[in-house]
């Protein structure tokens, strides 16, 4: 049972809180969480073929990536097509669009778009940038990836809280959680005859928690 100390502040996480929240599941929760990512990646080659294939399925979901920090999904989207199409427009410096994230990662966005190495822009030193890097790479297919938002740390370690107050994670701390969810995924996998991928358990009780708590 991994106790991480932040901030003076320790929390718990583990494998038993995540089950603990899979089996709360709905059957419904369950295919959506199936498909969050695949079906996400579907809409980023669709964002594709709108710009008439001028940027790539991957640079559009690093620019989604890029903008997700803070930022609720719906406007994460939004936020994600208004760059693009400020783009095609041949706008590259991005200065007239308001996004719902922080202004450095629209500055991320506009990287990406311009070229920049896609993981070198989303996680440019140790310690920082886990969560979108592997929002990333869940989007993108890694089956070896977990996405530790704000909604997967309090559901490894049994909280409810707003998302702002989720501690900073090291990317040591990160690790752990992350690891929690592979194990996590294992005894899902033993107990029901299943093949879930991290990904997939990280976005069934991602939308299962949003359901219980009303976030």
């Known amino acids: 049972m991994p106790t991480l100390t932040i901030a003076k502040k320790d929390y718990k996480v583990t494998k038993g809180n995540i089950v603990k929240m899979y089996n709360k599941a709905t059957k419904e929760e369950f295919l959506n969480g199936l498909d969050w990512y695949p079906d996400t ?3 980023a080659r669709d964002l594709e073929s709108d710009t008439h294939y001028q ?6 979901v690093g620019v989604i990536a890029a903008l997700s920090p803070n930022n609720d999904w719906e406007k994460n989207k939004k936020d994600a097509i208004s ?16 996004v719902s994230t922080y202004d450095s990662n629209k500055d991320k966005a506009k990287k990406i778009i311009n070229g920049s190495d896609i993981e070198t822009t989303l996680k440019p030193n140790k310690n ?4 979108t890097l592997n929002f990333f790479k869940c989007i993108m ?19 409810v809280n707003a998302l702002d107050k ?21 005894l899902i996998n033993k107990k029901y005859n299943l093949n879930l991928i991290p990904s997939q358990v990280q976005a069934i009780t991602w939308v299962t928690y ?4 009303n976030k």
């Open 83 to 98: 760059v693009l199409n400020h783009t095609l427009k041949g706008n590259y410096d991005l200065d007239d669009i308001k």
């Open 210 to 213: 949003k359901r219980v708590n």
């Open 141 to 159: 297919g890694d089956t070896d990836a977990v996405c530790v938002d704000g909604h997967a740390f309090h559901i490894a370690s049994n909280r």
């Open 166 to 186: 989720v501690p900073s994670l090291s990317e040591k701390n990160y690790d752990i959680i992350a690891n929690e969810y592979k194990l996590a995924t294992k």
């Open 41 to 43: 990646h579907n809409m």
């Open 128 to 131: 920082s940038g886990m969560k």
């Open 55 to 60: 940027i790539s399925t991957e640079s559009i």
